[in-house]
């Protein structure tokens, strides 16, 4: 396993986690009702910038899903991981594992390193992320990459 994943679901937002740092994917199926649609479309993501894929079969704590997660990495050889976690304020986070400072100490005590390089941006700024970086990745044109 490589020492930096992306904890991907295949959303918008990991998505652009996913495109922004160009590392291997880490995709958990733990019996989410729409896993096979993640699965697939984190597969896609993969190939378009080439990265490898590692996908894992193992249930989690679905309230504190994201930790679990990060556990599951570290178990894998991660030194470090991103996520796409975008909550600033802990009442716009449901689950209580979306927050910076609770990810932040969750990776001290895993002694992983962390990542969160969409914390505090709109829905548009990611899907403007996803939308520029999928183009340079795979338009092109004569008169060169189309932005």
Known sequence: ??????????????AAVALLKGWSLLFVDYGQSYAAQEQ????QIAAIIDV?????????????RNFDLMR???????????????????????YG????SALRREA???????SLPLIGLPDFMV?????RE??????FSSKGLIM
Do not use: Y
């Not at 697939?40 to 597969?43: C, K, R, S």
């Not at 490898?52 to 504190?64: A, C, F, N, T, Y």
């Not at 894998?76 to 716009?92: D, P």
């Open 134 to 139: 999928l183009a340079k990745r795979i338009v």
């Open 127 to 131: 899907r403007r992320i996803v939308n």
């Open 1 to 14: 396993m490589t020492s930096r994943l992306v904890l991907c679901s295949g959303g918008w937002e990991s």
């Open 40 to 43: 697939a479309a984190v597969t």
């Open 72 to 94: 599951i990495a570290k178990s894998e050889g991660a030194q470090e991981v991103a996520l796409g976690c975008r909550a600033v304020a802990k009442i716009f986070d449901r």
């Open 108 to 114: 001290q005590r895993l002694e992983l390193s962390i």
């Open 97 to 100: 594992d979306c927050h910076p």
């Open 52 to 64: 490898p894929l590692h996908i894992k079969q193992q249930p989690v704590d679905r309230v504190h």
